[in-house]
């Protein structure tokens, strides 16, 4: 054995190896802890110019060949620069703090490298990911007869809940049918009913899925940012009017704009009398089902033929940890496929028990040991508490927000978002556009915090998500306070030009 072959071999993990296994992940844990101890803001606002060749620089084929160095370049490539979710002024996205008991979970699985797809590379990760699917499947209320899979992410898991609806629709038109129609004429009489504020995986997943462009139809919501139940109900006689099939009604439980959550029992009453596909989006309003305060807030979510949930937004986990969850475990069917070396056949007549058959994935980590952990040492309770502080905490910037002259904001959040805009005074409205844009951007490039933004009805609005339980209304108001700043400097900066600029 040459000496390349037994130097690369002493850094596989295995029994030989677990003095150095030790030894480099302690290296790797007290950088990240140093770094994330010495972060005093959120980013440092660096750019992707000044970043990009930085790590174009860096010859892979020329390995450092020393722990240190690796973590060395890794802190200049990566870890100086990288956003902290965990600062109480990062303010942006749905991206949460996460929970010590999971970071166990993740050094955990990464080791072990169990892979979820069947049994014999799994064994009691198996029965783990099924249990916390019939736990939350519990939670939900979906019956004895439900089942899931973990996903990468909301996404995905929409994904598979369309694939799931378009084959059940597709078996009513075919089954009814007198003769049996072509499979493409029948998918391009499919269609899927959301809301405005629905999440834009809904119409990738209609593409991804064969749809015709039009397929998904999107609905108005209220002065609360809800879908409009009558508009609803409209869109479905009209398509069947039309010769249409709607093969799926997607309803929010958070919507990722407004954190609203659509009236489910209304949408389940119509999707019921329809005979139509109910899958509830509640990637972001999971987390009520474990809330000591606001689990009726979900009330008409356990109708649902199939549910998101992402317990990577606000059950705190790391990315990624997600599933999909169905009333009706057979309809799983749909991601099967039997393959002799893997899955044959002949392991269900066995009664062995394989994700991959209900899974789009075959390779997959076993993200659920960090909930299984989460669960396990902190409990139930102790993450809908943590939940409740930021939608308290929402609510406060809401009330901060509204009593500010400086501001606007829109309608209230049902769990821990807040829309706002600045608006300086007399301004046109393109201004206070270009105004709000600047500062989000002179925010970010100062590093001192992080907000996110939309559009509402047209015009650039700001927005805060609020998922760490370590921000306070003071955080808050100094984030609001920067961002006036900025959007007055610039209000002002604009008015002197156009003051300035000649006529004619």
């Given at each position: 054995?040459?000496?390349?072959?037994?130097?690369?071999?002493?850094?596989?993990?295995?029994?030989?190896?677990?003095?150095?296994?030790?030894?480099?992940?302690?290296?790797?844990?007290?950088?990240?802890?140093?770094?994330?101890?010495?972060?005093?803001?959120?980013?440092?606002?660096?750019?992707?110019?000044?970043?990009?060749?930085?790590?174009?620089?860096?010859?892979?084929?020329?390995?450092?060949?020393?722990?240190?160095?690796?973590?060395?370049?890794?802190?200049?490539?990566?870890?100086?620069?990288?956003?902290?979710?965990?600062?109480?002024?990062?303010?942006?996205h749905l991206n949460c703090p996460v929970v010590i008991p999971a970071l166990l979970g993740e050094a955990v699985?990464?080791?072990?490298n169990s892979s979820l797809d069947t049994w014999d590379q799994s064994v009691g990760a198996t029965l783990m990911?099924?249990?916390?699917?019939?736990?939350?499947?519990?939670?939900?209320?979906?019956?004895?007869?439900?089942?899931?899979?973990?996903?990468?992410?909301?996404?995905?898991?929409?994904?598979?809940?369309?694939?799931?609806?378009?084959?059940?629709?597709?078996?009513?038109?075919?089954?009814?049918?007198?003769?049996?129609?072509?499979?493409?004429?029948?998918?391009?009489?499919?269609?899927?009913?959301?809301?405005?504020?629905?999440?834009?995986?809904?119409?990738?997943?209609?593409?991804?899925?064969?749809?015709?462009?039009?397929?998904?139809?999107?609905?108005?919501?209220?002065?609360?940012?809800?879908?409009?139940?009558?508009?609803?109900?409209?869109?479905?006689?009209?398509?069947?009017?039309?010769?249409?099939?709607?093969?799926?009604?997607?309803?929010?439980?958070?919507?990722?704009?407004?954190?609203?959550?659509?009236?489910?029992?209304?949408?389940?009453?119509?999707?019921?009398?329809?005979?139509?596909?109910?899958?509830?989006?509640?990637?972001?309003?999971?987390?009520?089902?474990?809330?000591?305060?606001?689990?009726?807030?979900?009330?008409?979510?356990?109708?649902?033929?199939?549910?998101?949930?992402?317990?990577?937004?606000?059950?705190?986990?790391?990315?990624?940890?997600?599933?999909?969850?169905?009333?009706?475990?057979?309809?799983?069917?749909?991601?099967?496929?039997?393959?002799?070396?893997?899955?044959?056949?002949?392991?269900?007549?066995?009664?062995?028990?394989?994700?991959?058959?209900?899974?789009?994935?075959?390779?997959?980590?076993?993200?659920?040991?960090?909930?299984?952990?989460?669960?396990?040492?902190?409990?139930?309770?102790?993450?809908?508490?943590?939940?409740?502080?930021?939608?308290?905490?929402?609510?406060?910037?809401?009330?901060?927000?509204?009593?500010?002259?400086?501001?606007?904001?829109?309608?209230?959040?049902?769990?821990?978002?807040?829309?706002?805009?600045?608006?300086?005074?007399?301004?046109?409205?393109?201004?206070?556009?270009?105004?709000?844009?600047?500062?989000?951007?002179?925010?970010?490039?100062?590093?001192?915090?992080?907000?996110?933004?939309?559009?509402?009805?047209?015009?650039?609005?700001?927005?805060?998500?609020?998922?760490?339980?370590?921000?306070?209304?003071?955080?808050?108001?100094?984030?609001?306070?920067?961002?006036?700043?900025?959007?007055?400097?610039?209000?002002?900066?604009?008015?002197?030009?156009?003051?300035?600029?000649?006529?004619?």
């Amino acid at each position: 054995m040459s000496s390349i072959d037994t130097a690369a071999r002493a850094h596989l993990f295995n029994a030989g190896s677990l003095g150095r296994y030790r030894d480099v992940l302690a290296r790797g844990v007290d950088r990240v802890a140093r770094r994330v101890g010495a972060a005093d803001r959120p980013f440092t606002g660096v750019t992707p110019e000044a970043l990009a060749p930085v790590v174009g620089a860096i010859d892979l084929d020329r390995p450092l060949g020393d722990t240190d160095a690796a973590l060395d370049e890794l802190h200049d490539v990566w870890l100086r620069d990288a956003v902290y979710f965990h600062h109480p002024r990062y303010l942006a996205h749905l991206n949460c703090p996460v929970v010590i008991p999971a970071l166990l979970g993740e050094a955990v699985l990464s080791a072990v490298n169990s892979s979820l797809d069947t049994w014999d590379q799994s064994v009691g990760a198996t029965l783990m990911e099924r249990r916390l699917i019939e736990w939350t499947a519990g939670r939900i209320g979906l019956g004895a007869t439900a089942d899931g899979v973990f996903t990468s992410g909301g996404t995905q898991s929409n994904l598979q809940a369309m694939l799931l609806a378009r084959e059940e629709a597709y078996r009513r038109v075919v089954g009814g049918a007198a003769a049996r129609p072509a499979r493409p004429e029948v998918l391009a009489r499919l269609r899927v009913v959301t809301s405005a504020a629905g999440h834009f995986s809904v119409q990738k997943a209609a593409k991804l899925l064969g749809l015709s462009a039009d397929a998904v139809l999107t609905v108005p919501t209220d002065a609360d940012r809800r879908m409009r139940t009558d508009e609803l109900a409209r869109t479905i006689d009209r398509c069947r009017r039309d010769g249409q099939v709607v093969m799926a009604v997607v309803a929010t439980a958070g919507t990722t704009d407004f954190g609203t959550i659509d009236p489910l029992p209304e949408i389940a009453d119509i999707c019921t009398a329809a005979g139509v596909w109910m899958h509830v989006d509640a990637a972001y309003g999971c987390g009520l089902l474990v809330s000591p305060t606001r689990r009726h807030l979900l009330d008409g979510i356990e109708r649902a033929a199939s549910v998101t949930v992402d317990y990577h937004k606000s059950f705190f986990q790391p990315v990624s940890s997600s599933a999909l969850l169905v009333r009706d475990g057979r309809v799983l069917r749909h991601a099967t496929w039997h393959a002799d070396y893997l899955n044959p056949a002949r392991a269900v007549e066995q009664g062995i028990p394989n994700q991959v058959d209900k899974s789009i994935q075959t390779t997959r980590r076993f993200d659920a040991c960090k909930l299984w952990l989460t669960l396990r040492i902190m409990g139930p309770d102790a993450v809908g508490a943590l939940f409740d502080q930021v939608v308290d905490l929402a609510a406060e910037a809401w009330r901060l927000f509204d009593a500010d002259p400086r501001f606007e904001v829109a309608a209230p959040s049902q769990l821990s978002t807040v829309v706002f805009r600045h608006l300086p005074p007399g301004a046109d409205p393109n201004l206070v556009d270009e105004a709000n844009l600047h500062a989000r951007e002179a925010l970010a490039a100062s590093g001192a915090a992080l907000v996110a933004g939309t559009k509402v009805d047209g015009a650039h609005w700001l927005k805060l998500t609020l998922l760490n339980p370590e921000t306070t209304v003071d955080d808050i108001a100094h984030v609001r306070d920067l961002i006036a700043d900025h959007a007055a400097w610039y209000a002002r900066t604009a008015a002197t030009a156009e003051l300035s600029c000649p006529v004619g």
